[in-house]
């Protein structure tokens, strides 16, 4: 329904056997920006995943393409010895990338441990040298939240449990079902599927992968909350207002956010 409103871009464009990278999605939203600057139409850029939108706005400094054969040795280096050791392991090489990168994040771990393994440098020696391509357009910033955590926590659970009433177990059911796919890919590492898959598992009852599914999210809405703090001429507008369509409309209009 809601994509029947209006042309989306950058959805269903890969399989969720493949890795995503936030260079390649910076190569993707540029094309498809610029195709919708070239119609005379604007773009919005919606999302909560502010890596990827910072790759974007910031641009990336140059890293190493993925390695699969370093990837499934660090892949089973953790199977051994868990995530945890290896975030420790990536603090004695890289101190400022384990401080950044939590604990329970195996997907930037992985990479940090990654460009490590292939290059014998750190990501943060790798990214300190500014070579990032700059975004090329002025951007209107909003950031659509509603102010009081409470409400936040409430249309979570709301938007989770429609989720699953629309059918969201079916398609973890049919993506369980395939034999070239497991947990330890990253777009089953995911706020939702990671917990029904556990379920699918054996290891959650339903309810209980749902509770964590609903806890899950609202970690990492937390976390986006955070992000967006540090973020610079940016205007917040409360998600939970009625006319927020309207408010929304008249600051796009009227330019008040940073050109």
Not at 162 to 174: N, P, R, S, T
Not at 203 to 209: G, P, Q, S, V
């Amino acid at each position: 329904e809601t994509l029947a409103q209006a042309p989306h871009r950058l959805i269903d464009i890969c399989d969720p056997s493949e890795a995503y990278s936030a260079a390649r999605f910076r190569r993707d939203a540029m094309a498809a920006i610029e195709e919708i600057i070239a119609a005379g139409k604007m773009p919005l850029l919606v999302g909560g995943t502010m890596l990827y939108y910072r790759a974007l706005s910031e641009g990336l400094s140059p890293l190493p393409s993925a390695d699969e054969a370093v990837r499934a040795a660090l892949e089973a280096e953790a199977e051994r010895i868990g995530w945890g050791a290896m975030h420790a392991r990536l603090a004695r090489i890289d101190a400022v990338s384990a401080a950044r990168i939590h604990k329970n994040d195996p997907q930037r771990i992985q990479r940090a441990l990654e460009v490590y393994e292939i290059t014998g440098r750190s990501m943060t020696e790798l990214t300190s040298r500014d070579e990032r391509e700059p975004f090329p357009y002025p951007v209107k910033k909003l950031i659509v939240a509603p102010p009081q955590r409470a409400e936040l926590h409430r249309r979570i659970e709301q938007r989770f449990k429609q989720m699953m009433a629309q059918g969201f177990l079916d398609e973890v059911a049919q993506l369980y079902a395939r034999s070239d796919l497991h947990v330890g890919l990253p777009a089953l590492r995911s706020v939702g599927y990671r917990q029904l898959w556990m379920h699918l598992d054996g290891e959650l009852t339903l309810d209980a992968a749902v509770e964590r599914g609903i806890i899950a999210t609202r970690q990492l809405a937390k976390r986006q909350i955070t992000w967006l703090r540090a973020e610079k001429n940016e205007k917040w507008v409360d998600g939970s207002d009625r006319n927020v369509m309207n408010m929304v409309l008249k600051l796009v209009e009227g330019g008040t956010t940073h050109e």
